[in-house]
């Protein structure tokens, strides 16, 4: 079946520390996202892609990072240098010439 | 710059009531309007679209107008089912050139009780 897939599902960290999160699509979208969610803040985009090798920083990027060196993948790296990094982050992509993203499933990253 | 905004929650209905959800937009062109669902620990998944003014989206019941003139998105269903409890987000995209960034409302948490 085609879709997002988003890994792990539930991630725990400790302060200080990088993390990497995964986010592979089989749908053969051109562009991905990264969103970051929190109670009651609806979703803030952190990085995007429209083509492989290029992304550009969305309205909180700050502390994070993204490479995009394959169609398919788009890992968000969380670094110690984003303050409150506890929350749920979303990827997404979509298609060419369509407005509508496909989102995965998410994952729940907790710093402690 | 671009912006949503939809009615704070949480609502709670009974089962077959009808639920109303407001959402309005801010854009500088002629954006396309969405509605997103999110249930417990998962991801969105879009509900329905529309892509220009006075078109109708609507999927499983839910329907919303792409209302123009009030710049207004409103979700409705005329029956609701405790299935259709989650959180809905209101978001629209930009429709220039190759960027398609999604921005969102704030969500609407919906309860619906038997």
Redesign the interface.
Same mark, same amino acid.
């Given at each position: 079946d085609g879709g997002?897939t988003?890994s792990p599902k539930y991630l725990f960290r400790k302060e200080g520390q990088n993390v990497t999160l995964s986010c592979e699509q089989n749908l053969n979208h051109d562009?991905m996202?990264w969103?970051r969610q929190d109670p @009651? /803040?609806?979703?803030r985009?952190i990085y995007?892609s429209?083509i492989v090798n290029d992304f550009q920083k969305?309205d909180i990027a700050e502390g994070y990072s993204v490479s995009r060196e394959k169609k398919e993948s788009f890992p968000l790296t969380v670094t110690s240098a984003q303050k409150n990094p506890t929350a749920f982050y979303?990827c997404?992509s979509?298609p060419p010439l369509? #407005?509508?993203?496909? &989102?995965?499933? @998410?994952t729940r990253l907790t710093v402690v | 710059g671009d912006s949503v905004t939809q009615m704070e929650g949480p609502v709670t209905l009974s089962e077959e009531a009808f639920l109303t959800i407001n959402c309005t937009y801010t854009a500088t062109g002629y954006p396309?309007l &969405?509605w997103?669902v999110q249930y417990p620990?998962?991801?969105? /998944?879009?509900l329905l679209?529309a #892509?220009k003014a006075d078109d109708k989206g609507s999927n499983k019941g839910f329907e919303a107008t792409y209302r123009k003139e009030t710049t207004s998105f409103h979700l409705e269903k005329g029956s609701v089912q405790v299935s259709d409890s989650a959180v809905y &987000?209101c978001a629209l995209?930009e429709?220039g050139g190759?960027?398609?960034?999604?921005t969102?409302?704030? @969500?609407t948490l919906l309860t619906v009780n038997p």
């Open positions: 997002i988003q562009a996202y969103y @009651g /803040q609806g979703l985009l995007y429209q969305g979303l997404a979509s369509r #407005t509508e993203a496909f &989102f995965g499933q @998410g | 396309s &969405f997103y620990g998962e991801g969105l /998944q879009l679209k #892509t &987000f995209s429709s190759s960027n398609y960034k999604l969102f409302g704030k @969500g």
